[in-house]
């Protein structure tokens, strides 16, 4: 209401200049020129306040108009009969442009408006799935930390476990009258007990480690020139002891040249599919490792057991931070559930050394065949967490 009134004063102030000046020049200018600049005050009326004023402001321009502009002047008779078509035209045309006007104007507003509303509910949706995804991030967090504790809870209190037996064992053994006294074989197997559990409980944490190290994008490879062959054999020995029950096949092309890679590194990564694959094979069964140059400038290293083998639809997320795969099949040796870091942290090595690893077919219907690859290179790259 107040901006129609404010719309009422500003076309009279128009309307009053509009006559000021062009009053002087009224016998030297026809009316056309002056109906004109009136139409300009009712279009200006009409797009800055509405329709209402921009109709009131034609009636009184066309008044003002036959009155001081048409002879006879001063009086609101029209002595030539064309001067009132022209007063009528002028009228019309006047009524006309200002309701398109102010019409147009309702429209610009009406699609702010629109548009304004179309942002607001934007931004709302965007607030809204910003919600959902920090919802649905915090439930992944929430499921991590519960796999993590859970891991934790089985895979580091058991070797604790172990040993806080043997130790009891021990100093029950060697208290004055004790019926639990241990000969020199007894203490050795308690002693040996001990040994193999802290083995057991550092080889979790160097699990843990690696993947603090991963996330952190602190896996930095310290590149060496190295024998591909004396690697495999450097991881063969170290996993003797977890490959025992197993039988090892090697399969290496011809005059394979020397790579550029941290050896401890790859070392590790080849240990890690190696005890992933005792771990899943039937006691007896052949392990069989496989290096080779492909034709893309790469050296590809495969591991390939005769286990149960893993579905498809899991072939990708066995590679993901705490994932542990059971497969229900009774002729593989019974073995301790892991934490499920080993192929997370042998994918986060090898891809700091600009390779990949996936899981492929194998030549049989059953088995799983671990591949990766390292550039024959020296490209070098750093993972962030």
């Not at 048409?70 to 609101?76: D, G, N, Q, R, V």
């Not at 509303?117 to 809204?128: N, P």
Request: with cysteine.
């Amino acid at each position: 209401m107040q901006k129609r009134w404010v719309g009422y004063l500003m076309g009279a102030v128009g309307l009053l200049l509009a006559i000021l000046i062009l009053l002087p020049f009224r016998d030297q200018i026809n009316s056309t020129p002056i109906a004109l600049t009136f139409l300009l005050v009712v279009l200006f009326t009409a797009v800055m306040y509405g329709s209402r004023p921009a109709i009131v402001m034609s009636i009184a321009s066309m008044l003002c108009f036959n009155f001081f502009f048409l002879p006879p002047y001063h009086t609101l008779t029209i002595a030539d009969p064309q001067n009132w078509i022209a007063l009528c035209a002028f009228l019309i045309t006047s009524l006309i442009a200002g309701e398109l006007s102010a019409r147009a104007k309702r429209r610009a507003e009406e699609s702010e408006k629109k548009q304004k509303e179309i942002e607001r509910l934007y931004l709302e949706l965007q607030e809204m799935f910003k919600k959902v995804t920090q919802a649905e991030a915090l439930k992944q967090s929430e499921q991590l930390k519960s796999a993590l504790l859970d891991a934790v809870t089985h895979d580091l209190r058991t070797p604790l476990t172990s040993m806080k037996a043997a130790v009891t064992t021990l100093l029950a053994g060697n208290e004055p009258g004790s019926t639990f006294a241990l000969d020199e074989e007894g203490r050795r197997e308690m002693l040996e007990v001990i040994n193999t559990e802290i083995d057991r409980l550092n080889h979790h944490l160097e699990g843990l480690i690696g993947i603090a190290k991963l996330e952190a994008g602190a896996m930095q490879p310290q590149r060496t020139w190295s024998n591909i062959e004396e690697i495999v054999s450097i991881s063969l020995t170290r996993a003797a002891g977890i490959t025992s029950l197993n039988r090892i096949q090697m399969e290496f092309d011809e005059n394979l040249p020397p790579v550029r890679v941290d050896e401890k590194a790859i070392a590790e990564v080849l240990y890690l599919l190696l005890e992933n694959a005792a771990k899943y094979s039937p006691v007896g069964s052949e392990i069989s490792v496989m290096v080779r140059k492909t034709n893309e400038n790469f050296l590809k290293v495969s591991i390939e057991d005769q286990g149960a083998g893993i579905p498809a639809e899991l072939q990708d997320k066995v590679f993901d931070k705490f994932f542990r795969f059971a497969p229900a099949d009774a002729t593989s040796r019974p073995r301790p559930a892991g934490l499920g870091m080993g192929l997370a942290i042998a994918r986060g090595i090898v891809e700091a050394h600009a390779g990949r690893i996936w899981i492929e077919d194998t030549s049989g219907s059953k088995g799983t065949r671990v591949s990766f690859t390292i550039p024959l290179t020296q490209t070098e790259v750093k993972i962030d967490g």
